[in-house]
């Protein structure tokens, strides 16, 4: 079965610093995979996704996430992080082909200090 | 851009009551879903449609919930009797893209 792991709750960088969301997933066949950003109180936005191609994706706002097959992860990343970047972020990934289900993971609270 | 439109956008209802959340998906798209979020908790998938029927559900979505699209272009999801737990925000995607969420606050 598919399935997404955020192996932190938190993640805590300084204003200016590069930072690193991470995920892994299991899936059978291709992955589909996604990046959501949730500010409190609100609905999920869309960042960027993977589903062929370049393994480097870019993304909303100046963020990137890297696919790695061998290590399967899909980690988020952003060179300079900025105060406004703190939120809620979910991986995801799609099960049951290019149009199921996305099956998301717990959330990783990103939380940029100044 | 196109986007997803959600109404209302906070729901309060006593238990037992009927609610029907709505949406608007994106107008060249062809399948929906719906998906619930407890407070503080994962994005949970309840119901995907596709072709005007429900093409896959999760556990979650039992004999309570139903979905359909009336005219072509609201896609609405129905809970007939409501319980605490179904508090959560509702969000409904077209394709990958996320509505606001409507608020369901059951008392």
């Known amino acids: 079965a598919q399935s997404v792991a955020q192996p932190e709750d938190q993640v805590n960088v300084a204003e200016g610093n590069p930072l690193t969301v991470k995920c892994t997933y299991s899936v059978s066949g291709n992955p589909y995979l996604f990046w959501y950003v949730q500010y409190p109180n609100r609905g999920l936005q869309f960042l960027l996704k993977?589903?062929?191609?370049?393994?480097l994706v870019k993304g909303s706002y100046g963020f990137e996430a890297e696919f790695n097959k061998s290590q399967t992860s899909f980690h988020l990343k952003k060179p300079s992080a900025l105060v406004s970047d703190s939120a809620l972020y979910f991986c995801a990934v799609r099960g049951g082909g290019s149009q199921g289900n996305l099956i998301f993971g717990k959330g990783t609270k990103l939380s940029v200090k100044p | 851009e196109p986007e997803v439109t959600q109404t209302p956008s906070h729901q309060v209802t006593q238990m037992g009551q009927e609610v029907i959340l709505r949406c608007v998906p994106i107008s060249n798209h062809l399948y929906f879903y719906w998906y619930r979020q407890i407070l503080g908790q994962k994005v949970e998938f309840l119901v995907s449609?596709?072709?005007?029927?429900?093409?896959?559900k999760s556990e979650i979505f039992d004999d309570q919930f139903s979905v359909e699209r009336p005219d072509g272009s609201n896609f609405t999801l129905k809970i007939r009797s409501t319980k605490l737990e179904d508090s959560a925000m509702y969000f409904c995607a077209s394709r990958q893209i996320f509505g606001p969420g409507t608020r369901l606050t059951v008392l």
């Open positions: 993977y589903i062929t191609g370049d393994n």
């Open positions: 449609f596709y072709n005007n029927e429900i093409s896959e």
